[in-house]
């Protein structure tokens, strides 16, 4: 790691420089045995040290200047003692002997004492912070990688500013600044078009959320759903429709004109611009920004500060819903931001708080539904993996908590509120089966194959039959995910009751902890992603926006992965081709501005280079081609203009660049899926070894401190390899397997 540093000092005699090796990375309290033996050469009336000069670097047992010289202060240790065997990459056959090692105590100011005090320190730049790093530390493999990186280039802005405070002793500050600046961000985006501007008489979607604020305020709820729906009648469940209703009275309060039923159709004045944006910036602030934090917190506890900090910067950039949300004008940020606190609060055992998010997340948009099948299987996972007492109860509270969240929700539409028919407005305007199999050139299955098999036309006397071809190639694109966390829950659950067997424990009366994560919570994000790209590409009635929803788990798993690795490539892939594919949406909106200079910022920010050739990976080569064919259609495009028999040309082109490559996200994370899977319950035998050390080294503060939570062990580690820490190439790929074993057994020994 690049926060270790320590000096031995070789003035020291054998003996006590043995005592020094141990005590100089034990604690602060342990320098008593130093007062009885060096007290007379310190003087009595003694000034604490600056903690950043040089002179705090040299070790009490030196001659030279004892003056300055009060007690070693330890550099800060590679990890915490939450962390696990992963970030030290050392071989789990290799002994205990490393465990017995103590750790240094925390220091916020010790990161910077590396360089001199001097006035030149606090005005450091990046360059001259990469200079000192080559002259002022010490010779280890770690910080020569690390310099190795930053010549080659793969070190991304964020990396390197999230190094910069830290280093001048400002990472209380890092997250504050980053919030701060995606923010300006936002604001930035939005002082361009929207969707729809001054395009009579329809407008686009900034007026659909602004005219279902004026009828929700307006008219008695049993009418939401069934009031002119040739102008944007209102078409997601309830959430929205009340959260339009706050929205709406509070902007009435300043300006009624803003929201006058009828009169204020197409109404873009600069208040009500003014208005409409911050309403989407507070959302975001409110609820993803938050839901964001925590996941950092909850799934990346075993890393150091730096590198989450330095994946909350990747998360909180995310190019494709900042130009959506913030340009084109939607709220997407609410739905992705419930969907995260399900999978934060499921993270730290509090399934039935995740069920909560997770059916808000459904009430906002019904595109949610494209994670139900792998949250679903997670929870019966969870409970076959519980066993008959615990399992059951846990299934019945996660079945009442849920039909009583949606029949709150949907209250307003039943009885005694409202006629019973009402209900049934709603679900026929959430469920629109009757627009068609597509609307627009979406990079699908559909489209992609619609070049050559005209689907509407062969079925256009047959619409039933489609949708249930389109359903069931669905369910066949996310079976390998529900399968997965279904029989790992299984798998998992006959490991246990072997163990609890062979020490002559009845399986009834094992221990059980339903509050805590299971083994297989490390399959979730990637049955997030299996099963959203099955219905992306899929499903019926996909929009182009539609692709937010399988890039929030891609990026979620690209946030924790090192520069190198396989995750990395294929989710900075995915995520260009994904705002690639909704170009032709953010031209209509004038915002070719805004999608160059995200791309170009969150690329740079990750420090992913997508034309540089990296011959030994498929995805990178794969990565080189897309990206120059994209510059090419792009180049294309400015300078010829499409024949008039075929106006969709380049629309077209732009669906047959990106569906392959959401096809292979899809397979890639099936085979992640299989790859984690395995790792966790899939090999056979058990260690001989006792792994309590091990497993007292994998708790997760930052998860129990976000949710009021006992810590979680042997389940942290193992997911941490599932984010993607582990599955780059070399020793960390060929030692996932093993690693996410030894972490699982450790699960197990607390169960």
Known sequence: MDEASDVMPSELPAE???????????????????????????????????????ASMKSVGSDTDHSEIIAPIPRRHLLQT???????RVDTSSGDEWLNR????????????VFPNNRMTNRLSFTALMEHERTAVGPSSTADARILEDDQGTIGAGRRFVRWMHRNNMKNWVVPSAIVASTLVKWCIGFGTYSGHNTPPIFGDYEAQRHWMELTIHLPVKEWYTYDLQYWGLDYPPLTAYVSWLCGRIGSLIEPSWFTLQASRGLETGGSKLFMRATVVIFDLLLYIPALYTFVCAWQGTRSSRKRHAALL???????????????????????????????????GHDLFGAIFFVLSLGF???????????????????????????????LRLALTTTLVFVIMFAPFLPPFSPLSTIAAPIIRIFPFGRGLFEDKVANFWCFTNVLVKWKRMFASREGSLIKISTGLTALGFLPAVAALIFGGYKTRLQKDAQNHSVDVSPSMAPASPSSPTPILPLLPYALLTCSMSFFLFSFQVHEKTILIPLLPLTLLLSGAASTDDVLLWGALGNNVGVFSMWPLLKKDG?????????????RLIGYNPFKLRYRHFVGLLSSVVHTVIIILHLLELAVTPPARYP?????????????????????????LVEVSWAISGLPGKREKEPSSTVSAISTTSSSATFGHSPMRGEMGARATSLGYASGRGRGQADARRRALVTSAGGDQEH
């Open 16 to 54: 006590r420089r043995q005592r020094h090796t141990r005590d100089r990375t034990a604690s602060l309290n342990s320098l008593s045995h130093f007062k009885s033996a060096s007290s007379k050469h310190i003087r009595p009336k003694s000034t604490l040290r600056n903690r950043g000069s040089n």
């Open 365 to 395: 948009k019904q595109m949610a539904l494209y994670y139900a099948p792998a949250v679903g299987s997670y929870l019966i996972g969870k409970c076959i993996y519980l066993g008959p007492v615990h399992g059951t109860r846990l299934f």
């Open 591 to 603: 915002l070719g501005l805004q999608y160059l200079a995200m791309l170009s910022f969150w690329n």
């Open 102 to 113: 103590g750790v240094s105590p925390v220091s916020a100011s010790s990161v910077g004492s």
């Open 82 to 88: 939450s962390q696990s065997l992963h970030w030290l």
């Open 314 to 348: 990747t998360l909180l950039f995310h190019p494709a819903l900042l130009l959506i949300d913030f340009g084109h004008f939607q709220y997407n940020s609410v739905m992705l931001g419930l969907t995260l606190l399900a999978i934060n609060a499921f993270a730290a």
């Open 648 to 672: 969709d040309l380049f629309p077209v082109l732009n669906v047959l660049i990106c569906t392959p490559i959401f096809g292979l996200i899809w397979l890639w994370s099936i085979k992640r």
